[in-house]
């Protein structure tokens, strides 16, 4: 016998043509983005030494990483995990779960925050009690004598 005829059940990958690449491409993007993420973080430890450091900025550095940290998580997922190559239900399995995860981490922290808050105004459902302090009666020294 010879097992020079092949079944039709035993395919023999193609060649990739082009993969290097596009890897070439992704990791030339994703330095970039991480340069850029490193600029911002020294801006921001550079705000931070000032003596008055402007809050609103930082927040919108801190957003900018972010954003840039997301587009970095999809370039890794898309091409390195091979997502972006799959059918359109495939990858709908991967991203709506995690966008729920997401979702359910903001609406948790968001409700723990409006708790915190509460907890800490009594959630003005009575109205506040002053303590009052009681002072010791004054002693008279000469009725006890």
Not at 17 to 36: A, D, E, N, Q
Request: glycine share 4%; hydrophobic share 45%.
């Amino acid at each position: 016998m010879s097992n020079a005829v092949s079944s039709p059940e035993i395919t023999f990958p193609q060649e990739h043509t082009g993969g290097t690449k596009r890897i070439w491409k992704v990791f030339w993007i994703l330095s970039v983005i991480t340069i850029i993420e490193l600029a911002i973080g020294l801006t921001i430890y550079n705000i931070h030494k000032e003596p008055n450091p402007n809050a609103t900025l930082v927040l919108a550095f801190k957003g900018m990483v972010c954003i840039l940290t997301l587009a970095k998580a999809y370039y890794i997922v898309s091409v390195f995990m091979h997502l972006g190559d799959e059918i359109r239900n495939m990858i709908m399995t991967v991203v709506v779960p995690l966008c729920l995860f997401i979702w359910f981490l903001l609406a948790f922290l968001w409700d723990g925050d409006s708790t915190k808050h509460l907890r800490n105004t009594d959630g003005h459902s009575r109205p506040a009690q002053v303590e009052q302090v009681h002072q010791p009666a004054a002693v008279d020294k000469d009725a006890k004598k």
